[in-house]
């Protein structure tokens, strides 16, 4: 049973384009978070999504970022128009039913660098 | 509202010593409660949870933390550090009253184990 699958593992963009991550979350699980790790600070929430449907997006930037979980294919995050703040580790994780008690999966993360 | 505080952003310790990474949280609601390990470039490993069962709760790699409601902390130990638990410690809490499995991180604490 392979884990939290993400690619790529790093990523190089410059200021204004499009940076579009992926996650494939472990075998059964439906449920994926996104997290972002800027350089020196924790691990912060962004986006919650089931197939098909985003459940809670109160961490994600009001502008340039987008997520989606298609009933078939990866979960995707689309970061348009990157700068250099966005510079960061991103992180998936996935769980098979999105309870409190329940364990998350962590990807190996995906690390954006914009120059 | 910090829900989770770290004190200590690095924490030094002898190798054979005892390794004490603190975690306090605040919550009114009972939470979940967790520790991950962040080796460098790497996904978080889960090293323990707490879920309300047990107050003492046992993970990997020797790793224990004790839930104290009074205190309103979850630190983690173990009595004697080895080199290869050098990485990043991250404690994290899903509020008793969110039901999205959404995590929230403290800052992280870096282990340094010395020869």
């Known amino acids: 049973n392979a884990g939290v699958m993400q690619n790529p593992r790093h990523l190089v963009r410059r200021r204004g384009q499009e940076a579009r991550l992926r996650c494939s979350p472990m075998?059964?699980?439906?449920?994926v978070y996104w997290y972002r790790q800027l350089p020196e600070e924790g691990l912060k929430f962004m986006v919650y999504?089931?197939?098909?449907?985003?459940?809670?997006e109160s961490g994600m930037p009001k502008e340039r970022f987008s997520a989606e979980f298609p009933k078939e294919g990866p979960s995707i995050l689309r970061i348009q128009q990157v700068v250099r703040g966005d510079s960061a580790a991103y992180f998936c994780?996935?769980?098979?039913?999105?309870?409190?008690?329940?364990?998350?999966?962590f990807g190996q993360g995906t690390r954006l660098t914009v120059v | 509202a910090q829900s989770v505080t770290q004190l200590g952003s690095h924490v030094s310790v002898s190798e054979g010593a005892l390794v004490l990474l603190r975690c306090n949280y605040s919550?009114?609601?009972?939470?979940?409660l967790f520790w991950y390990v962040q080796y460098p470039n790497q996904g978080l490993q889960l090293l323990l949870k707490?879920?309300?069962?047990?107050?003492l709760v046992k993970g990997i790699n020797g790793f224990e933390a004790e839930f104290k409601k009074s205190e309103t902390s979850f630190h983690l130990t173990k009595p004697s550090a080895h080199m290869s638990d050098a990485a990043e410690y991250f404690c994290?809490?899903?509020?008793?009253?969110?039901?999205?499995?959404?995590?929230?991180f403290g800052q992280g604490t870096t282990l340094q184990v010395k020869p």
């Open positions: 994780a996935s769980s098979p039913n999105g309870q409190g008690g329940t364990e998350a999966f």
């Open positions: 075998k059964g699980h439906s449920h």
């Open positions: 999504l089931q197939k098909e449907n985003i459940i809670d």
């Open positions: 919550s009114s609601v009972p939470p979940y």
């Open positions: 707490y879920t309300s069962a047990a107050t």
């Open positions: 994290a809490v899903i509020l008793g009253s969110s039901n999205t499995g959404k995590l929230i």
